[in-house]
């Protein structure tokens, strides 16, 4: 179990690092300092599990791109559990802002229906579109140079 929770908060880490580069440089850097503080949380398995869950809210706070207390601030000594440390408001606001993020499958079945219903002489109507869509498409298909 302690290697499955070590694994976990890595693999986590590493999003948020990823993830990290798109912030403002002192949030950035206050950031770096949780994270430096969570890494030291590795006695207990407890403290594995409190540190997991630090890691996971701060991933849902970056990828909304907005960084709430008291993760904006430096970490204290002394690191409760999380429930403890955030605001029940921050926590709903939060939850709250991922919402849009969350992916169900109800919702990509909806779109497979869609497209499979659709007749053949609408296939490209119903292919993804990438802002250069043009250039895409020659240079995907065709055997000219450029």
Same mark, same amino acid.
């Given at each position: $179990?302690? !290697?499955?929770?070590?694994?976990?908060?890595?693999? /986590?880490?590493?999003?948020?690092?990823?993830?990290?580069?798109?912030?403002?440089?002192?949030?950035?850097?206050?950031?770096?300092?949780?994270?430096?503080?969570?890494?030291? $949380?590795?006695?207990?398995?407890?403290?594995?599990? /409190?540190? /997991?869950?630090?890691?996971?809210?701060?991933?849902?706070?970056?990828?909304?791109?907005?960084?709430?207390?008291?993760?904006?601030?430096?970490?204290?000594?002394?690191?409760?559990?999380?429930?403890?440390?955030?605001?029940?408001?921050?926590?709903?606001?939060?939850?709250?802002? !991922?919402?849009?993020? $969350?992916?169900?499958?109800?919702?990509?079945?909806?779109?497979?229906?869609?497209?499979?219903?659709?007749?053949?002489?609408?296939?490209? !109507?119903?292919?993804?579109?990438?802002?250069?869509?043009?250039?895409?498409? $020659?240079?995907?298909?065709?055997?000219?140079?450029?």
């Amino acid at each position: $179990m302690s !290697n499955l929770l070590d694994e976990n908060f890595f693999y /986590n880490s590493m999003l948020a690092k990823a993830i990290l580069t798109l912030l403002p440089p002192d949030e950035r850097k206050i950031l770096r300092t949780w994270f430096d503080r969570l890494l030291t $949380m590795d006695k207990t398995i407890k403290e594995k599990e /409190n540190r /997991n869950e630090f890691m996971w809210f701060i991933l849902l706070m970056l990828q909304v791109r907005k960084i709430r207390e008291p993760f904006n601030k430096v970490p204290p000594a002394e690191i409760g559990q999380l429930r403890d440390v955030v605001s029940s408001r921050v926590y709903e606001e939060v939850l709250v802002a !991922n919402d849009e993020n $969350m992916f169900t499958e109800e919702k990509q079945d909806d779109k497979k229906a869609s497209s499979q219903q659709s007749a053949p002489a609408h296939f490209y !109507n119903n292919q993804p579109t990438p802002h250069e869509g043009i250039i895409c498409y $020659m240079s995907a298909f065709s055997d000219r140079g450029f």
